[in-house]
C-alpha cells in the first residue's frame, strides 16, 4: 500500500515562508500526478497545486505566484514551497498522489498563519 507522510507545518507569520514536505514510500516518478490539497477552518478540502509526471505545474489562483511545487526523485519527496503567507493561508495540508486512477492521501500537517 502506498503510504504518504506530509511534514513541515507549524506557526508562521504573515509574509513569512514554510516548506511543506510528503515523504512516500513509493517512487515519484511511478505516480500520474502529485499535488497538496487544503481545509481551512470551516470549510472543504481545496486544491492547491500539482504536477504531473511530465513536470506540468497547475495552481490555484490564490497561490499562483506565491507557492511551489517540486519533486525530488532520488528522496522520493514532493514539496510545497510557501512565501509571502497570509492569514488566509491557515489550514490543514494534505499531501495527494494518483496512481493507476487512485488517490492515496496522507493525514494532513496544521499550518497557522498568524501575527
Known amino acids: 500500500q502506498v503510504q504518504l507522510v506530509e511534514s513541515g507545518g507549524g506557526l508562521v507569520q504573515p509574509g513569512g515562508s514554510l516548506r511543506l514536505s510528503c515523504a512516500t514510500s513509493?517512487?515519484?516518478?511511478?505516480?500520474?500526478?502529485i499535488g497538496w490539497y487544503r481545509q481551512r477552518p470551516g470549510s472543504q478540502r481545496d486544491f492547491v497545486a500539482t504536477i504531473t509526471n511530465g513536470g506540468t505545474t497547475f495552481y490555484v489562483d490564490t497561490v499562483k505566484g506565491r507557492f511551489n511545487i517540486s519533486r525530488d526523485f532520488a528522496k522520493n519527496t514532493m514539496y510545497l514551497q510557501m512565501n509571502r503567507l497570509k492569514l488566509e493561508d491557515t489550514a490543514v495540508y494534505y499531501c495527494?498522489?494518483?496512481?493507476?486512477?487512485?488517490?492515496?492521501w496522507g493525514d494532513g500537517t496544521l499550518v497557522t498563519v498568524s501575527s
Open positions: 495527494n498522489a494518483i496512481d493507476y486512477g487512485i488517490d492515496y
Open positions: 513509493a517512487s515519484i516518478s511511478s505516480f500520474d500526478v
